[in-house]
C-alpha cells in the first residue's frame, strides 16, 4: 500500500487538465492524500531529474519544467505506484496505449503531461522531496 507521487507538468496545467487527471485518478479508485501547485526552481528541477543528467534531453527538460506553475500530489491506494505508471501510459504518447493520459493528451515525448515515481524506492525520495509527512494524509 505504498504512495507514490504525481505531478501534472507545466504543459497539464497550461492546458487545464488538472482537473481531467485528478479525475482519472479518483476513478481508477487511487485515493489523493496530498496536493499542492507550485513552480519548480531550476535547482530543485535539476536536482528532481538528476538521474537523467547528462542525457540530450535532460536540459531542455529542465527548462520545459521550470516553465510554468505544476500541481504535485501524492497518490496512494492499492498498487499506486504501477497502477498510476499504468493510467499515464508510456514515455513516448506514439508509443502508449489507448485511454492513457498521455496518449490522449501529450503532445510530444517531452510535453507528456504527467509524471510518475517508477518504483517504492523513487516514490519514497520524490514524495519527500515536495512534502513534509503532516502534508499526507494518513492511511486508515
Ligand atoms: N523525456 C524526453 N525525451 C526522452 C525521454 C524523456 O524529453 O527521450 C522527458 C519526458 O518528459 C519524460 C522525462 O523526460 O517524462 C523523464 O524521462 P523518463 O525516461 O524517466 O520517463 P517517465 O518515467 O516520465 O515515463
Ligand atoms: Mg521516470
Known amino acids: 500500500m505504498a504512495n507514490t507521487l504525481g505531478i501534472v507538468k507545466p504543459d497539464g496545467v497550461r492546458r487545464k487538465l488538472v482537473g481531467t487527471v485528478l479525475s482519472r485518478i479518483e476513478r481508477a479508485g487511487l485515493i489523493i492524500r496530498g496536493l499542492k501547485t507550485l513552480r519548480l526552481s531550476r535547482q530543485q528541477a535539476e536536482k528532481f531529474y538528476a538521474v537523467h543528467e547528462g542525457k540530450p534531453f535532460y536540459k531542455p527538460l529542465v527548462e520545459f ?10 497518490i496512494g491506494g492499492h498498487g499506486s505506484i504501477e497502477h498510476w505508471r499504468e493510467l499515464m501510459g508510456a514515455t513516448d504518447p506514439a508509443k502508449a496505449k489507448y485511454n492513457t493520459i498521455r496518449r490522449e493528451h501529450a503532445t ?6 504527467v509524471h510518475g515515481s517508477d518504483s517504492p524506492a523513487t516514490a519514497k525520495s520524490e514524495i519527500a522531496f515536495f512534502f513534509d509527512e503532516d502534508e499526507i494524509l494518513p492511511k486508515e
Not at 519544467?65 to 501524492?74: H, L, R
Not at 510530444?108 to 503531461?113: D, F, M, P, R
Open 65 to 74: 519544467m521550470t516553465s510554468g506553475p505544476i500541481v504535485v500530489m501524492v
Open 108 to 113: 510530444s515525448i517531452e510535453k507528456n503531461v
